[in-house]
């Protein structure tokens, strides 16, 4: 007897991602870290984007945007979250 099931397992999508960095024309450091949900059409479901920048300063700013596909195709944000870690003035 066999079991089927609706819920999509683990072979269903496949994850991609890829990194960049460089440094903008400010001096900062900038690593963009996306990944991206594929299912087995070949259609991107859902993304997570982090974007890292780290300033001459050494402050820390870190901004990840999570989005999914919209009944219209498109990707929607569904959270977002912006970090910021200031370096110490002591050092």
């Given at each position: 007897m066999s079991e089927t099931s609706e819920e999509p397992g683990d072979d269903d999508l496949e994850l991609v991602e890829v990194e960049t960095g460089a440094v903008d024309?400010?001096?900062?450091?900038?690593?963009?870290?996306l990944v991206v949900a594929i299912d087995k059409d070949g259609k991107v479901v859902a993304s997570d984007?982090?974007?890292?920048?780290?300033t001459e300063d050494g402050d820390v700013i870190i901004d990840e945007?999570?989005?999914?596909v919209g009944d219209d195709g498109e990707l929607h944000p569904v959270?977002?979250?912006?970090?910021?870690l200031e370096a110490d003035d002591d050092e």
């Open positions: 024309e400010d001096g900062n450091a900038v690593v963009d870290d984007e982090t974007v890292a920048v780290v945007t999570i989005s999914i959270e977002e979250d912006v970090t910021v």
